[in-house]
C-alpha cells in the first residue's frame, strides 16, 4: 500500500491544529502508521528542503522550521501521496481552495501549516529521513468499505 509523508509546521502546532489535520486525514480514509514529535536539526531539513536550496528564503524555511516542535506522520492508503496533497491544498494558502487544509487555516506562504509529499518517490525518501525503517506494517480490516 502506498505511503506519503505528512509533517505538522510549528506553526500549525502552535495554533493547536494537530487533532483538525488528523480527522482530515482519518475521514478520508487513509491509517496513521507512524509519528514523532521532534525539534527539527538544521542538516534534516537541509536535506528536506535541497530541492530548495537556492531560493532566496531557503534561510527562512529552515529556521521557521526550527522554531518549534513539528509532528512528522507516515500515512498509509490507496494514492496516498496525492490523497494528501489534495487535502493540504497549493502551497500558497491564498491560492488552495477553500475546503484544503490551507485553504481553511492559513494566509500566507510562509506560514502555510502542514507538509506533504509531491511523489511517492520523494514519500519514501522522506520517511526514511525523518522516520527510519521503524514503521509497522497497517492492515486494512476496512477495505471494502473505503475502495
Ligand atoms: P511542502 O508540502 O511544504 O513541500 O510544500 P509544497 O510542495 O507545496 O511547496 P515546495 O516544496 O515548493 O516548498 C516547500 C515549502 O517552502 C512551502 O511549503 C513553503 O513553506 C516554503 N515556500 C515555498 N515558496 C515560498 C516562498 O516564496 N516564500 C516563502 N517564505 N516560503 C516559501
Ligand atoms: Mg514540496
Redesign the pocket.
Known sequence: MERTFI?I?PDGIKRRLISRIIQRFEEKGLYLAASKCVIPKRDVLEQH?S??SS???FN??VE?MMSGMVLAMVWVGKNAVSTG?KL?G???PQAASIGTIRGDYGI?????I?????TVENAEREIKLWIGDDVQPVSFFDEAWIY
Open positions: 509533517m509546521k528542503y530541492h530548495l531560493k532566496p528564503f527562512e524555511i521557521s496533497r493540504i497549493e502551497t500558497d500566507t506562504v510562509g506560514k502555510n502542514i507538509h506533504g509529499s509531491d
